[in-house]
């Protein structure tokens, strides 16, 4: 049993914007961890975002380490001794398919201590079928084996811990989303600024990739009545990933020049702040998604999601704090075409903010992980988010990696 508050390092393959909401959810994780006296440790790979985005909270230790070879061919050898000298009681790995995996099954092999994964969604069908060849292979050379002898999954929602078992796991898994702060109250001059030329802005917030569903939302939006996009302005705000971004500037087409879409690159900070607190609704059609934190934030902000059941964030539809979309151009249309011009669409948004304030802060999530932490230490009952193994009511280890469910063979 811990004497004290356990150690933790948490790892992942970018301590940057170059990780997207990934980045956030472990710098947020993170500073509520510290909050409650837990020390905490971050360890990344190097790229031209991470010595800008290093964490400037003095509670929180972080490195990046520079390997020649990003793919996970062998054991990286830097990663491991960096983690080892942190000397963490257990190793967090955020993300999958990358060498942070292998760094963590070779420091579990000598060190013997717990491991959690959280796969933020790259378990999930779609993505899975994204590049599948390549995460077959990744899954026999050493992603399966990784996670199969992990002491926990977190899972950020039931619809991935569903995603955990399809792929053949079956350890524990807690569940425990995401979170976010809660800013100041947005007040409505904000929101009426809008463009400036009086559209409102609806706004994406993320990685331009396919499984955003932008190429839909720029078609549904170019399908919608010219009444309806002379009082509103979609607002693009993210970085490309993969080229994507031409492709998508050229489905926009005439829309760029007529102001009815605008790209505006990536934004963080005080920016992105502005972009939340200016926005009147926000829009995620997605095909696949952990949970995800641009929800959560404009949410945070009072902004009403349009997003799609793929979001995994079925609280919002319940709690009318979100409009279902789907990411398909025609349904797309109609939907906003349907509920743009509703008056209750700051209503909508108060709804999610109380959403978040009541299930997804930060002291919140961070009380949730600590528990699970304590309890893979032996200092405290299993918590009521882990779920065990199928058909135990304590966990074990399995020994192996389990039946394939993942397409390959």
Known sequence: MMTGAPRITMLSAALSRDGGGVFASILGAAEALADRGVPVSLIGLADSH???????DPRLASRVVTLRQRMPLGVPAPLVRAIADERPDILHLHGLWLPPSRAMAGWRNSSGRPTVISPHGMLDPWALANSAWKKCLAGLMFERANLAAASCIHALNLAEAAAVRAYGLRGPVA?????????????AADAAAG??????????????????GLSETIQAWSRMDAALRADWRLVIAGWDDGGHGAVLRDLAGPMLASGDICFVGPLFGPAKEAALRGA????????????????LEAWSHG?????SAACNLPEGFAADAAIRVTPE????ADALAMHLGRADLPDIGARGRALVAER????????????????LLGGGPMPADVEPEPGQSTPRRRPGPALRRDGCS
Do not use: C
Request: charged residues 15%; hydrophobic residues 50%.
């Open 50 to 56: 991470s010595a800008a985005d290093r964490p400037t």
């Open 175 to 187: 569940v425990i989303p995401n979170g976010v702060h809660l800013p100041t109250v947005v007040s």
């Open 195 to 212: 463009a400036g030329d009086g559209r409102r802005v609806m706004l994406f917030l993320g990685r331009l990739h396919p499984k955003k």
């Open 280 to 295: 009147s609704a926000f829009i995620l059609a997605s095909h696949s998604e952990g949970l995800p934190m641009a929800v």
């Open 303 to 307: 902004k009403p999601a349009f997003m």
């Open 329 to 332: 151009p025609q349904a797309l």
């Open 360 to 375: 997804f802060s930060w002291p919140a999530v961070g009380a949730r992980l600590a528990a699970v932490y304590d309890w």
